[in-house]
Every structure is written in C-alpha cells, then in structure tokens.
C-alpha cells in the first residue's frame, strides 16, 4: 500500500524508517520530510496544514494510510478535511479529529476533562485577558513554585514554573496582557506545582479499542541538570527504570482507562496516539498533561523498541482491529541524544553544513531540522539530529549514543551530556 507521512522532524523520520521495513508497504512518502526522510522515502514539497494540496496529491498517488506526526494539523482539523471531502473520506489519517485534538490543543479543556472523569491531576484554574485582574490576586493566595501554562500550542515553550509571587504575576501579565504566547496564551491555566519525576506514556486508539507502546522518559530543559529554559526535548530513554509493573498497573487503571472511557463518554472517536505526560509523586501518577500525537524525542527510542510491524498496527487501527494486535516489545534499552543548534531555544543559525554522520556506528540518527542543499545535509531547525543507540543497559546505551555524538558535528553544535544519568542513581 502506499502511505504518507506529514511532518518533517526525528518523530517523522522514526516512522519512516519503521515503516519502510515493512513488506506492506509499497510506495512511502513523507510531506515535507528532511534530509533523513529523502535517504528512504520520496519528499514531498507539502507543508502539514496546506490540506487541499496533501488531498489532491493523496488521490494522485493512491495514498492508503496518512499518519499524522505533529500536532498542529490535528488541532487544525486535518482529519475533519479529510473525512468531509467526499473524494477523500475512504483514506485512513492516522490522528484524532478536531474536537478529540483538543486535549493537546487546551490545556483548559484537558484539565477540564480530567476533573469530569477523575484522572488524577495538579490542581488549577484557568484565567482569560479579562480576568487578569483576578489571577494576579489568586496568585497572592498561591503556594511556590507555581506553574503557569498557555492554554493553546506554543512549541513546547508555553509552560513556564516560576519560584516567587512576583515572578508569577510578572509572568501572567506577558501572558495575557503582552500575549507572549499570541492566542496561544489567551487564556493561561495556573496550576499547583508537582514534585516528583516525569515520564511518558503512550496509547494507540481506534475509537474503540486500544494498544499501550514502550514508555520513555524525556528531559525538557536545554541545560545539564534540568537547567534553563523548557525545549521541544534534549534527549530520551526507554523503558524507565521506576515504571515497574506496580506503577504501570496503576498508570493503567486510573489514568489510561479512564482517559479511553472519557472520549467515548464525550462521544469522541478518538482515532490516534495518546500521550499521556505524567509524573510519579511518591507512588502515584498525575497527569501533567495530554498530547495527541506520539512525543519527540520519544518516538525516537520507543519506535526502535517496537518488535511489530507498524503498518499492521496502523491498518488495525483503521479497520477498528486493534484488539487483535499484542505489542511486542525489545527488551534492550534505547537512549537518543537530540543535537541542537547553538542558541537554541532562542535565536539559531541555520544552513550550516553537517560532518559526521556517515561515521557513526551502532546509532540510528533520526534526523530532526536538516534538508539537503547542493547535495549536503545542512541544519535546518533548533533540534537538528537525535541519535539512538539500544543497549543492554542505560549505561551501554548512552555510550553508544554519547559517542556518536562526538562524531556528529557543525559550527556551533550543542547536546546534554547528562540525559539518562539521573536514572543511574
């Protein structure tokens, strides 16, 4: 069959090369791809939310499956396009519709549908431009750190903990007032604060059943550490270490569960992926908050664990069949490392040249932000490469990836070399 894949990041590429191994499939396309994609798919000069032109070249090319990678055309409504078109309603898109993408695309609506159905959660409340007045003064009332988060899609970059009152209000004015964020902080949901540890978890839908893939822990920060300002992610692990079958059995019974029960309660057909970030406080799960898309860098290390093929898994989900499909799972650890460009989360140069890839042994380098120029591979984005090893240990993985990384270079080039470390301890 033939497939599409949109987006142009290592989450993308990771698909691809997942789906490339599979004798279903036949022709493989990725809109708009990146230097990686091209060395095993056919590009296509198509941006994510350019719909009317990703529908004329799927009826073109006899396209089957659309999986959709990023969340921005999934809150946009890509998969309502399609459904709606008659010409295009009988290809499968991979992805929650409008409605059902609104527990990534607001915040406000996920807290607010976690309360309804009793997943487990920070406490919060949510304010609009209007109401400023009124969250400055519920900050007075606030215990430290807060957590201020935009209610709509800001890159990755729109939640911001701060340690004092001030910091707070100062932050919720350049929110509201100063729209940091655009109308992606329009409104902004100020939440109590969890101390414990992050990981991720993921579930596959097809509007009635459901599938749970590897978990994988990611770290946010640019800094060694956990320090300085939150990235779209540094690097990843999987499995992690504390999410033994305890914990996962609770991950599963008051969270995953109630969560697949809710969108069906809401009359949602939530066909897609699931990300369910979470954080362990003692030895419960609260949800931080939901994504309606596999994460990145996770899918980097959780796609290399997967032992199925992923078209079967996909044509299950669009047939409604995915309670004929077990997830099989490789047992070695999977630790990627993402490379960034030099001042990122700010200001970045692009269309530098990289060195080193073709020297690297042992690692999948999924490419992120690169595109090819005059037949060199240049950055073309903040994350550039996420280089994945597997390993029979965390230890043995991040050797392989930390050497690799050595390897891989341009002007300006920048990774952490702690990812993973914390679970060593």
Same mark, same amino acid.
């Given at each position: 069959?033939?497939? =599409?894949?949109?987006?142009?990041?290592?989450?993308?590429?990771?698909?691809?090369?997942?789906?490339?191994?599979?004798?279903?499939?036949?022709?493989?396309?990725?809109?708009?791809?990146?230097?990686?994609?091209?060395?095993?798919?056919?590009?296509?000069?198509?941006?994510?939310?350019?719909?009317?032109?990703?529908?004329?070249?799927?009826?073109?090319?006899?396209?089957?499956?659309?999986?959709?990678?990023?969340?921005?055309?999934?809150?946009?409504?890509?998969?309502?396009?399609?459904?709606?078109?008659?010409?295009?309603?009988?290809?499968?898109?991979?992805?929650?519709?409008?409605?059902?993408?609104?527990?990534?695309?607001?915040?406000?609506?996920?807290?607010?549908?976690?309360?309804?159905?009793?997943?487990?959660?920070?406490?919060?409340?949510?304010?609009?431009?209007?109401?400023?007045?009124?969250?400055?003064?519920?900050?007075?009332?606030?215990?430290?750190?807060?957590? =201020?988060?935009?209610?709509?899609?800001?890159?990755?970059?729109?939640?911001?903990?701060?340690?004092?009152?001030?910091?707070?209000?100062?932050?919720?004015?350049?929110?509201?007032?100063?729209?940091?964020?655009?109308?992606?902080?329009?409104?902004?949901?100020?939440?109590?604060?969890?101390?414990?540890?992050?990981?991720?978890?993921?579930?596959?839908?097809?509007?009635?059943?459901?599938?749970? =893939?590897?978990?994988?822990?990611?770290?946010?920060?640019?800094?060694?550490?956990?320090?300085?300002?939150?990235?779209?992610?540094?690097?990843?692990?999987?499995?992690?270490?504390?999410?033994?079958?305890?914990?996962?059995?609770?991950?599963?019974?008051?969270?995953?569960?109630?969560?697949?029960?809710?969108?069906?309660?809401?009359?949602?057909?939530?066909?897609?992926?699931?990300?369910?970030?979470?954080?362990?406080?003692?030895?419960?799960?609260?949800?931080?908050?939901?994504?309606?898309?596999?994460?990145?860098?996770?899918?980097?290390?959780?796609?290399?664990?997967?032992?199925?093929?992923?078209?079967?898994?996909?044509?299950?989900?669009?047939?409604?069949?995915?309670?004929?499909?077990?997830?099989?799972?490789?047992?070695?650890?999977?630790?990627?490392?993402?490379?960034?460009?030099?001042?990122?989360?700010?200001?970045?140069?692009?269309?530098?040249?990289?060195?080193?890839?073709?020297?690297?042994?042992?690692?999948?380098?999924?490419?992120?932000?690169?595109?090819?120029?005059?037949?060199?591979?240049?950055?073309?984005?903040?994350?550039?490469?996420?280089?994945?090893?597997?390993?029979?240990?965390?230890?043995?993985?991040?050797?392989?990836?930390?050497?690799?990384?050595?390897?891989?270079?341009?002007?300006?080039?920048?990774?952490?070399?702690?990812?993973?470390?914390?679970?060593?301890?």
């Amino acid at each position: 069959m033939n497939i =599409l894949i949109l987006g142009s990041g290592g989450r993308e590429h990771a698909f691809a090369y997942k789906i490339a191994q599979s004798p279903l499939c036949k022709n493989l396309f990725v809109a708009p791809g990146n230097a990686g994609t091209a060395s095993i798919a056919t590009n296509v000069a198509i941006e994510v939310l350019e719909f009317e032109k990703l529908g004329k070249f799927a009826l073109e090319n006899q396209i089957e499956i659309i999986l959709v990678g990023p969340e921005v055309p999934l809150v946009a409504g890509i998969v309502d396009y399609f459904k709606e078109e008659k010409s295009l309603s009988k290809i499968a898109v991979i992805g929650p519709d409008r409605i059902g993408a609104q527990l990534e695309g607001s915040k406000d609506f996920s807290k607010q549908f976690m309360n309804k159905y009793g997943i487990p959660t920070a406490a919060s409340r949510t304010f609009t431009a209007s109401e400023l007045t009124e969250g400055l003064a519920y900050l007075d009332t606030h215990s430290t750190p807060i957590v =201020l988060k935009a209610d709509g899609l800001a890159a990755g970059k729109g939640v911001i903990i701060t340690s004092s009152i001030a910091e707070a209000k100062a932050t919720l004015k350049e929110m509201l007032a100063d729209k940091k964020f655009g109308e992606a902080s329009s409104k902004v949901v100020i939440e109590q604060f969890l101390d414990g540890i992050e990981l991720s978890v993921f579930a596959l839908s097809d509007g009635i059943n459901y599938v749970v =893939l590897p978990e994988a822990k990611d770290y946010k920060r640019i800094g060694e550490g956990d320090t300085g300002p939150n990235t779209g992610g540094m690097g990843a692990v999987s499995p992690v270490p504390f999410a033994n079958n305890e914990f996962m059995a609770k991950v599963h019974s008051q969270v995953i569960v109630p969560t697949m029960e809710g969108l069906k309660s809401e009359g949602i057909n939530y066909v897609g992926f699931v990300f369910f970030g979470l954080i362990k406080v003692g030895d419960k799960p609260f949800v931080i908050e939901y994504n309606a898309r596999m994460g990145d860098p996770e899918t980097e290390v959780v796609i290399p664990r997967l032992e199925n093929d992923l078209v079967e898994i996909l044509v299950a989900t669009a047939a409604k069949k995915l309670n004929e499909i077990t997830i099989k799972t490789n047992p070695l650890t999977a630790t990627t490392l993402m490379l960034v460009a030099g001042g990122y989360p700010e200001a970045y140069h692009k269309g530098l040249e990289i060195s080193g890839l073709e020297n690297i042994k042992e690692v999948h380098a999924f490419h992120a932000g690169t595109k090819l120029s005059d037949g060199k591979i240049v950055t073309n984005g903040g994350r550039v490469v996420a280089l994945t090893a597997l390993g029979n240990s965390i230890t043995d993985a991040l050797a392989k990836s930390n050497t690799a990384a050595q390897q891989v270079t341009w002007q300006g080039r920048y990774y952490r070399t702690d990812i993973g470390k914390d679970l060593l301890k």
